[in-house]
Nanobody, 124 residues
Framework: QVQLVESGGGLVQAGGSLRLSCAASGLTFSNYAMGWFRQAPGKEREFVVS????????YYADSVKGRFTISRDNAKKMVYLQMNSLKPEDTAVYYCAGRQGVFKRTADRAYDYWGQGTQVSVSS
């Protein structure tokens, strides 16, 4: 079955960096656009960034543009999220998600597969 497993979360001070990883299995990874979402306590899950099947195109939420970078390695079936200049408002559980078709989709219902999430906490 399809599995997406996130890792790399943790506690970091404001201004610091973290790199999240998502390992995919059970699917033809290069057929899937991938995305990262996040959910803060008491808030709805929100779109962060997505990347197309080849890695040549990306789409960022305004809140993370210029600070976060998504990338993927199809040979390893991995997708990454490099997060720099972290702010306390970036604190959330971060989820990896996959969908077939167009990559520029921000609604979580557009994604077929989800990981279990990894906690990112940014202290002020």
């Amino acid at each position: 079955q399809v599995q997406l497993v996130e890792s790399g979360g943790g506690l970091v001070q404001a201004g610091g960096s973290l790199r999240l990883s998502c390992a995919a299995s059970g699917l033809t990874f290069s057929n899937y656009a991938m995305g990262w979402f996040r959910q803060a306590p008491g808030k709805e899950r929100e779109f962060v960034v997505s990347i197309n099947w080849s890695g040549s195109s990306t789409y960022y939420a305004d809140s993370v543009k210029g600070r976060f970078t998504i990338s993927r390695d199809n040979a390893k079936k991995m997708v990454y999220l490099q997060m720099n200049s972290l702010k306390p408002e970036d604190t959330a559980v971060y989820y990896c998600a996959g969908r077939q078709g167009v990559f520029k989709r921000t609604a979580d219902r557009a994604y077929d597969y989800w990981g279990q999430g990894t906690q990112v906490s940014v202290s002020s």
